[in-house]
């Protein structure tokens, strides 16, 4: 069974880009949940996603959006890019938010 | 914000010895996860112990759960270069599925 996939990996922007970043979960995941993990802040979730709909929300700004096709596939934008928006986003699919979560490797998004 | 912490936030200990990582949380919970992380990967799920369990096994791995401390336990027995790596607790809360971190635990395993 193939793993959670993000793409890309590594990512280099500048300030008041927008980046879109993918995830494609487990066949027959249902749920993706997206986390940014900073040295600063740790591991903070930014959104859950079932079944196309966006069940939960972290504490981030409205710069940071995400959606979700039909076929679970998943995608996070975040628009005006900062300096502080530099981190590791981390996808996460699994049956429902609170069972195990299976992560992809992330991806490293820095901003000169 | 974090609902859990994890203490200590750094633990370097020898080959062989037992690595004892401690967590605690702020409310009341469904579940509680451990997860893994090697330096520059994703999370790697380990082991889920529910609100109404107090200890749990899975192969070097023991977990306890104390639900009147708000607190858990991971204890690697006789651990390995390999086990190197952050170990984190998640909790999801009652009445919100989604999934918190605590600030996870540095183990580095000395050959």
């Known amino acids: 069974k193939a793993g959670v996939t993000q793409t890309p990996r590594y990512l280099i922007k500048t300030r008041g880009q927008q980046v879109t970043l993918s995830c494609s979960p487990i066949?027959?995941?249902?749920?993706v949940s997206w986390y940014q993990q900073t040295p600063g802040q740790g591991l903070q979730f930014l959104f859950e996603?079932?079944?196309?709909?966006?069940?939960n929300k972290g504490n981030f700004p409205g710069r940071f959006s995400g959606r979700q096709f039909s076929n679970s596939r998943s995608e996070m934008n975040v628009s005006t890019l900062e300096l502080g928006d530099s981190a590791l986003y981390l996808c996460?699919?699994?049956?429902?938010?609170?069972?195990?979560?299976?992560f992809g490797d992330g991806t490293r998004l820095s901003i000169l | 914000s974090q609902q859990g912490e994890e203490d200590p936030q750094a633990l370097s200990i020898q080959e062989g010895e037992n690595a004892t990582m401690n967590c605690s949380y702020k409310?009341?919970?469904?579940?509680l996860q451990w997860y893994r992380q090697n330096s520059g990967r994703g999370l790697v799920h380990l082991i889920l112990?529910?609100?109404?369990?107090r200890e749990k096994h899975s192969g070097r791995l023991r977990v306890t759960l104390d639900t009147s401390k708000k607190s858990s336990s991971l204890l690697i027995t006789a651990s390995r270069a390999a086990d190197t790596a952050s170990y984190f607790c998640?909790?999801?809360?009652?009445?919100?599925?989604?999934?918190?971190f605590g600030t996870g635990t540095r183990l580095t395993i000395i050959p």
């Open positions: 996460a699919s699994s049956f429902t938010a609170n069972w195990p979560q299976h």
């Open positions: 998640a909790t999801d809360a009652k009445g919100n599925e989604k999934l918190t």
């Open positions: 996603y079932f079944s196309e709909t966006q069940r």
């Open positions: 409310t009341s919970i469904n579940n």
């Open positions: 066949s027959g995941h249902r749920s």
């Open positions: 112990i529910r609100s109404n369990e």
